[in-house]
Every structure is written in structure tokens, then in C-alpha cells.
């Protein structure tokens, strides 16, 4: 598919594309996780969130996509370094991938033919400053996992096998997508997933003729939609950006982060992980909407995105975990009524 | 379509499956085939050649450099020079894929990318034999049609090739078909009626419903192009009619995820086809027993699925073994040093024999492989008592025993099955999963009430046990009973019979070496039950009113004990 499809006209799934919207204006709040039905267009908002951001300018033949000439890894052997500019990287990683081809390897045949000693990289190495999406995370192999944990918190990638010593650096946000009902994803990978989102196939019957609807005119007449859609992308596009740049001068007033304190200790969630990054997404949040400052009314909105997965599994509590942070942040902050929401 | 009288109606079905997969190949996705190798798949398989796709085989083995293609290393290192190889999906293709339902999902997702970017086509020939075995649901759900064919006669077929004359006129005609907005609504309300969630179906049916208006000479398909459409997407992916044992509930609307807080929204549409009679048309296209077949499968699937018998790969890196020779297939790493060990005292030879050449002098058969002895998971089989004598509150307290250990069970990448014995017979209410939502919902269905076959409980823990074993997995028992057993094996009510059935299941457990615990329910221990303890090898836990958290606490304590 040469072009995916437009962000803006993907229907409903608003906490989906918010939550994917948020990692784009600040990359460290760390992935999304979206758990849910099949064909709910989760791998469709995850290629078409990357188109719609800027592209970025890497030097050409850069195995890890550096910007800058000093950046690039000294094993690489650069062909060319000329700057270009190239779209956000997303990267998949697919089930019953191999360790090597995820961590990259010695280049078995560039070692055996010419008795070179050459790393290969691997996915990550492709996926740095884009995505990496992994498809039914839930299934992947432990120790796959373990290893995207390691290189999720460093934001490197350290290979010492076959002796070689390599290190390049692995920063990309992580979008995983599975469907709770074939397995769970362990307590330590769903924390470092920083946001988590719960899709499901929309039951309003108008809802889903219109996607229907626009995905049959996306594939017949590609140009025509592509056109319909690119001022509403454009725009999209403008604010993320303009996010970006607001993030660092958006104000954090005492009071929220007591309230975010408040609301982590009454959820009695694990860590201080979730604080952090409830406090990041309510700040991306206020960022992308250019309020200027984090108020309660973005902490309402991040929470349930920020905190669900973080909360300890009560296996009694019928009720579901995004009902649990609703049913706190109420209690906490008095009932849903602000305008702002 | 040749439909010649004397055929049965269900070979016409195959017979338009297979012209319409020479239709618009791509645009359905595929075909999921369950059939079992015989004549009439001979036939059928017959018919889906000569497409408008070069055909490729693959199988669920299949390596990455065979299918996306890589390095030759074989050819590189006889040549001495870099030697790619193309892969399979490098063009496109119609992907027959044999003895599908054992793919894996690795497999699965690989193709599933593939499908997405439409350009291929997939026939899954899936030969499963039970319900659960079968391809995994990522790729089914790709695949447009459903066909299957293990109940047609082969005096019902016939061997009248395809007339692709006309399939070349369907195909050029196709480009311009187009359905119409009533058609695409009433076949997105009537998947949502079906139960199904994902967009796929729907989007596959307008296909279905372009390329079969096409393959009858129009460009805008009519009601009943939209009907057969439907029928042939919908019937094996919905989920409302589910249980064929009760006949589908006529208001479906009531049920399922249809609009309900919409009084205005989509009902006060007219489509000219009443969803009633497509409703009724879906439900019927597909025999009760293949439905049947298709609602038990659903959602069994295994978390690190492979096929029956094989040994499965573990999932854990584990202690080195010593390396073997082998091929580099993508899953193996190569044991660099142990390679060169080999290669060594050739060197000289090698050298002599080819003397231009620079550098090692490596063969093929040289290479060795990495090879790791693998820990294996954790499967938990809870056998539980659910007869009248335990009584309905300890049902209770197993039952949410079972939900805190899984609980912390995923934390330890255990799994968790679940058996229950009342009546006259055991049930097992669980296959082996880690996943909490299907426990939950298998759980709150577990009655109580009967007698206590205790003995039936043993044996039907003792075949999930072994099925486990087999792929690789470490098996414990927990039985959780009161421990009169009073229903023997055969289904009579002989209380001496009966100990002695369960005595003898006990034997055959601790011959076979796996593990057990027994939980004394009782409100006064049994002796009965700490002799079958003894007999299991097991540790005996008397809990009297214990609650669900002091039963989990018994539990963990004694398995890590």
C-alpha cells in the first residue's frame, strides 16, 4: 500500500487515536497498548498516525536513522551521508521473531564468505525515532519481551554475542495490539506500556456503515479520498506539532501533581511509574489543546489511559478496570461536569 | 455456473466458492478449506487451479528466508559469493497452504501482514480433526470464504472443469462492478446481527457481492447476489446463532451488539432486503454440526500454539546444550566457534583445492547450531468437586481459589485448567489458558449438584495431563473434593466400585509421574482421602471452611514448597 490511510478520517476510537496522538507530542511517555477486537482498525491507526507526522531528516545510509553525521554508530559502514528526508519509521515486529532478527546479529555471511566481523541490525535498529508495533504482543515469546523491556527503559540497544560489542541507540515509542481474550501480557511488560486503551467494534450501526464506507472509497478511489482528507490531516498535523513545542513551556501547578499524588495513592497502583506518566499525558494533553497549564480537567481525561493497566488485578471485581479509575477520579474530583471534558 | 441436475446442492456451492476465488482472488482474501485428504478434495483442489495467481505452495514450517527470501548460504558459501534467493511472496501469488491447522502464529502473523497489503491470496487447507484444531483465528479471519467439505459424498461431485471463459468475462467486468449504498448497509447491518465485530467480514462480503454480481453478467449487484455474498462470509464467523442446539432467537436485535441506546439511528432505514430473511439465510447456509464444530474451536486457541504431537519449542532461552549440525533456518543460531572447530583441520585441503579463493573455506556442512535445553510452563489442572455434598458455598470458594492462583499464575507464565465432576461424569469446563476473561466466564457457569464421580474426575484430569505433557508443558493435579466418591466409573451408583475406580485412576497418575495435590474440603478430614493422597503421591491439605484466599495460600505455598 503505498499510501495509508488518513488518520483524520479513521472513525470513532477516539481514546485510541488520543492516546496515540499524546505519544506523538511527547514520545517518553512510552507506547500505547491496545487491547481489543480484531478488525478494529488498530494496525490502521498506527501507520497512519506515522504518516501524518513530519518526516524526519536522517543521514541517508544510517542503519539507526541519525539525524546528525556524529550520531551515526561507528560500526556502521556509511555509504553516504547525505541528509535526507525520509517518513517516521514504523517498524513491525512479528510473532516467532528471532532474537537476532530483533537485536540484530553478526553478519553471518559477511563473516563466513569474507571473514568480516559486521554486526547486522535488527528491527530495533530500524525502528529508532519511529514506532515499533507489535501485533498480538500477548503472544510473543518471553524472553522477546524481556529484551524490548530492557531496550523500551534504556533506549539502547547493547549487544555483546559472537563477539561482537555493539551499541546503537533504540528510541521509539512502542504500540502493542492484542486481544485480552487469548492471553494476558504479564504484569511487567503491561507497566511499561504507558498508556493503555481498551477498542471495541463500534455497535452503532450508522458508525459502522461509515466505515465501511470511507475504507471501500479509500481503496476505490484512492486520490480522490486522500484529497478529502489532507486539510483535516494538515491540521491534525499543525496542532501536533505545535503540541510539541507548547509541551516544555506548559505549567504544572502544585495542585495537579497533589491530585495526581491523590489519585495514584486511592488506586492503590504499583509504582511511581503511573504518577509519571499520568502527568505526562495530562501535560501532552493540555499541550496538544494549548491551554497553557495542566488542569483537572486533563488529568480526568489522561487517567483512564494512564492508570488502568496499573492497577493491582482483583480478580473478584466484576466490574472492569476503566470503571475502577472513572469510579476514583470522581470520587476524587467530584463528579464529571467541567465544560473543558 | 454448470449446474447439472443429479449434483448435490452443496458440490454447486464448492463449485461457485471455487469461481468466484478465480473471480477476485484478492479481494476475498482467501479460502479457509477444512477437509480431510480424500477424493473429493482431490476434486475440488482440481477446480482451484488454472487461476488468474500463479499458484505457490507453502507449509505451516515454512522459514523466513523461504518466504520473504535472504541469503542463500549454501549457494554463497559454494560460489564464495553473496547469493540472494527470492522469496516466496516476492510477486503475487495464490498461497496453498497445506495441513494449515497447524500454523503458527508467528506464521499466522506473518501472513496476515501479507494479506493486508492485497496483493495475495491464501487457500488454507486445514485437515484438523477436533474442534480446536485448526488454523489460528489472525488468518481465518483474513480469509473470505468458508468451505467445508468432509460430509460430501463423492457420488455427489463431479469432475466438469470451470468455465473460464466466462470467469475471464466476470474479471473484466469486475473492475467495474460496484454495489450500491443500500447493499453495503444491509451487509454491515446484517454482520453486526451475525455477532460479528470486526470490520473485515463486511468489507470482504462487498467483494463477495461485486464478484459474484460480476460473474452473472452485472455491475450492480441485485439482493440476491447481496444474499449469496452473505451467506458465504457470514455463516462460519457468526456468533449469534451460536449454539445450535437452541434455534436462533428471531428478535436479534435484542442481543448482540446492535444499537440500543439508537432508537432513531439505523432501524428507521429501509434496506429492500429485510434483515430477517438474510438473518435466517446466514444461519442456514452452513450444516448444524460444521456450525457446532466452528462456535467449539472459537477462542481455544493456544497461547504458543503448535500442532498436535510435536514437540513443542519452549519458550524460555534455557541451559546451552552442546550444538548440532543443522541448516540456518532463521529460528536457529548459528554455534560460531563450534562451526570454525569443524571447518578447521580442512582448511589446508580446502585451500589446496580452490586456491584463488581468500579467506576461510567454509562448506555447508560445516555449520552448527545452537541447541537449548528449555524449561517448560507451569499447567495448573484443578479438579473440581461440584456434587451436592460439597456444598455450593465451597463451589464458591474453589472457584474463586482458581481465579486469585491465575491471577498470580500470569505473573509466573503458568496455565490454568479446569475439570468438574458432579452427576455421573466429568466435564472439562477449561482447556489449559492463561487467560483470565475466558476462566471468568467458564467459571460463573459451573453448576453444582449429584453425586460425586470421583473416578471419572481422576480420568478425564489424567487426558488433559498427558495432551500437556505431550506439548511440553509441567503438569500439576489439584484436587479439590470432599472425597465420598459414590459413582463409579462406568456411571453406577456402587460406593465400594467407586473408590476402587478412583483408587486404580490414582496408580495410573503416579505410573505416569505427574504431580498432584489434594484439598480436603470436608468439613471433618477424610481418611478415604488421605489414602488416595498417599496413593497419588500427592500432599494432603485438610481445609475445612477455607475461604478463596486461604485456599490460594494453601495452594501456592505447597506447589512452591
Request: a neutral charge; glycine letters at 8%; charged letters at 25%.
Amino acid at each position: 500500500m503505498t499510501q495509508p490511510f488518513p488518520f483524520s478520517a479513521i472513525v470513532g476510537q477516539q481514546d485510541m487515536k488520543l492516546a496515540m496522538i499524546l505519544t506523538a507530542i511527547d514520545p517518553s511517555i512510552g507506547g500505547v497498548l491496545v487491547f481489543g477486537d480484531r478488525g478494529t482498525g488498530k494496525s490502521t491507526a498506527v501507520r497512519a498516525l506515522a504518516a501524518l507526522l513530519p518526516p524526519i531528516t536522517q543521514i541517508e545510509s544510517c542503519p539507526v536513522n541519525s539525524e546528525n553525521r556524529s550520531d551515526c554508530p561507528d560500526w556502521a559502514q556509511l555509504g553516504s551521508d547525505k541528509s535526507v528526508k525520509r517518513p517516521t519509521p514504523v517498524v513491525d515486529l512479528p510473532l516467532g521473531a528471532t532474537e537476532d532478527r530483533v537485536v540484530g546479529a553478526l553478519d553471518i555471511e559477511r563473516a563466513l564468505t569474507r571473514g568480516e566481523k559486521a554486526f547486522e541490525p535488527g528491527l530495533l535498529a530500524r525502528a529508532n525515532r519511529g514506532y515499533l508495533y507489535i501485533d498480538e504482543v500477548n503472544l510473543l515469546e518471553d524472553h522477546i519481551v524481556d529484551l524490548l523491556l530492557d531496550v523500551a527503559q534504556s533506549g539502547e540497544n547493547v549487544v555483546e554475542r559472537e563477539g561482537l560489542s555493539i551499541r546503537h541507540p533504540a528510541r521509539f515509542v512502542l504500540v502493542g495490539s492484542g486481544n485480552p481474550e487469548e492471553g494476558e501480557l504479564r504484569p511487567q511488560l503491561l507497566d511499561r506500556f504507558g498508556l493503555s486503551v481498551e477498542v471495541k467494534s463500534p455497535t452503532d450501526i450508522k458508525e459502522r456503515v461509515e466505515v465501511i464506507r470511507r475504507r471501500q472509497s479509500y481503496e476505490t478511489e484512492t486520490a480522490a479520498f486522500m484529497k478529502r482528507w489532507r486539510a483535516a490531516d494538515t491540521r491534525l498535523r499543525k496542532n501536533i506539532l505545535a503540541g510539541r513545542a507548547a509541551l516544555n513551556s506548559t505549567k504544572t501547578p502544585d495542585q495537579t501533581l497533589i491530585d495526581c499524588a491523590e489519585l495514584c495513592v486511592a488506586l492503590g497502583s504499583d509504582g511511581l511509574r503511573g504518577e509519571l506518566t499520568l502527568l505526562k499525558a495530562a501535560r501532552a494533553l493540555a499541550a496538544f489543546e494549548g491551554s497553557g497549564e495542566v488542569s483537572r480537567a486533563h488529568l480526568r481525561q489522561a487517567a483512564p489511559m494512564a492508570l488502568r493497566h496499573r492497577l493491582r488485578r482483583d480478580p473478584l471485581d466484576e466490574a472492569g478496570s476503566s470503571t475502577r479509575v472513572a469510579r476514583t477520579v470522581s470520587e476524587l474530583f467530584g463528579a464529571f461536569h467541567t465544560a473543558a471534558e | 455456473m454448470t449446474d447439472s441436475p443429479g449434483i448435490d446442492g452443496a458440490w454447486a456451492r464448492a463449485r461457485l466458492i471455487a469461481t468466484l476465488m478465480a473471480v477476485d482472488p484478492v479481494g476475498l482474501g482467501g479460502l479457509w478449506l477444512r477437509a480431510r485428504p480424500g477424493p473429493v478434495r482431490e476434486r475440488f483442489l482440481a477446480l482451484l487451479s488454472g487461476g488468474p495467481l500463479p499458484e505457490k505452495t507453502l507449509h505451516p514450517g515454512i522459514t523466513d528466508t523461504q518466504l520473504f527470501g535472504g541469503v542463500d548460504l549454501a549457494a554463497t558459501l559454494s560460489a564464495g559469493t553473496l547469493t540472494h534467493t527470492s522469496g516466496l511472496l516476492a510477486k503475487p501469488a495464490f498461497l496453498r497452504m497445506t495441513m494449515a491447522e497447524r500454523c503458527t502464529p508467528g506464521l499466522a502473523a506473518r501472513l496476515s501482514r501479507v494479506l493486508d497489503a492485497g496483493q495475495h491470496c491464501v487457500l488454507a487447507i486445514d485437515e484438523g480433526a477436533e474442534a480446536e484444531e485448526r488454523p489460528p483465528e489472525a488468518l481465518t479471519e483474513r480469509l473470505g470464504l468458508f468451505l467445508h467439505l468432509d460430509d460430501m459424498a463423492h457420488s455427489g461431485t463431479d469432475d466438469a472443469p470451470l468455465d473460464h471463459a466466462l470467469i475471464e468475462i466476470a474479471r473484466a467486468r469486475l473492475a467495474r462492478a460496484k454495489l450500491d449504498e443500500t447493499g453495503e448497509r444491509a451487509l454491515v447491518e446484517l454482520a453486526a446481527h451475525c455477532g460479528i465485530g470486526s470490520f473485515r467480514p463486511p468489507l470482504i462480503a462487498i467483494a463477495a457481492a461485486r464478484a459474484i454480481g460480476a460473474l452473472f453478467g452485472r455491475i450492480r449487484p441485485l439482493p440476491e447476489d447481496i444474499q449469496l455474498a452473505a451467506e458465504l462470509v457470514f455463516a462460519h464467523r457468526a456468533t449469534a446463532f451460536e449454539d445450535p442446539a437452541q434455534p436462533a432467537p428471531p428478535p436479534l436485535r435484542d442481543e448482540g451488539p446492535d444499537p440500543e441506546g439508537d432508537p432513531d439511528g439505523a432501524r428507521d432505514i429501509e434496506t429492500e432486503i429485510p434483515d430477517e430473511i438474510l438473518a435466517a439465510a446466514v444461519a442456514s447456509a452452513l450444516p448444524r454440526e460444521v456450525l457446532k464444530m466452528l462456535a467449539e474451536g472459537r477462542g481455544t486457541r493456544r497461547a504458543a500454539g503448535s500442532g498436535a504431537g510435536a514437540t513443542r519449542r519452549g519458550n524460555r532461552r534455557g541451559r546451552p546444550l552442546p550444538s548440532r549440525p543443522g541448516k540456518l533456518d532463521g529460528h536457529a543460531r548459528i554455534d560460531l566457534v563450534a562451526t570454525l572447530r569443524v571447518a578447521a583441520p580442512w582448511q589446508s585441503v580446502r585451500a589446496s583445492a580452490a586456491p584463488d579463493r581468500t579467506g576461510l573455506h567454509i562448506r555447508p556442512a560445516d555449520i552448527r547450531l545452537k541447541v537449548f535445553a528449555e524449561t517448560s510452563d507451569r499447567l495448573l489442572i484443578f479438579a473440581v468437586d461440584a456434587s451436592g455434598s460439597a456444598a455450593v458455598a465451597r463451589l464458591a470458594e474453589a472457584k474463586g481459589a482458581i481465579e486469585l492462583l491465575l491471577s498470580e499464575a500470569y505473573a509466573r507464565r503458568d496455565h490454568v485448567a479446569l475439570v468438574a465432576f458432579r452427576g455421573t461424569a466429568a466435564e472439562l469446563l477449561l482447556p489449559p489458558t492463561r487467560s483470565l476473561v475466558q476462566t471468568k466466564r467458564r467459571l460463573s457457569a459451573l453448576p453444582g449438584g449429584g453425586g460425586t464421580p470421583l473416578a471419572s474426575g481422576l480420568t478425564t484430569a489424567m487426558q488433559v495431563s498427558i495432551t500437556a505433557q505431550k506439548r511440553g508443558m509441567s503438569p500439576t493435579l489439584i484436587l479439590l473434593t470432599d472425597g465420598r466418591a459414590n459413582i463409579a466409573l462406568d456411571g453406577s451408583v456402587n460406593r465400594d466400585q467407586a473408590a476402587g475406580d478412583a483408587t486404580k485412576i490414582a496408580k495410573t497418575l503416579r505410573r505416569l509421574g505427574h504431580a498432584a495435590l489434594v484439598i480436603d474440603t470436608g468439613n471433618r478430614p477424610q481418611p478415604g482421602l488421605q489414602t488416595l493422597a498417599a496413593t497419588l503421591d500427592a500432599p494432603y491439605v485438610p481445609l475445612p471452611r477455607a475461604d478463596a484466599h486461604r485456599l490460594s495460600a494453601a495452594i501456592s505455598s505447597t506447589l512452591d514448597g
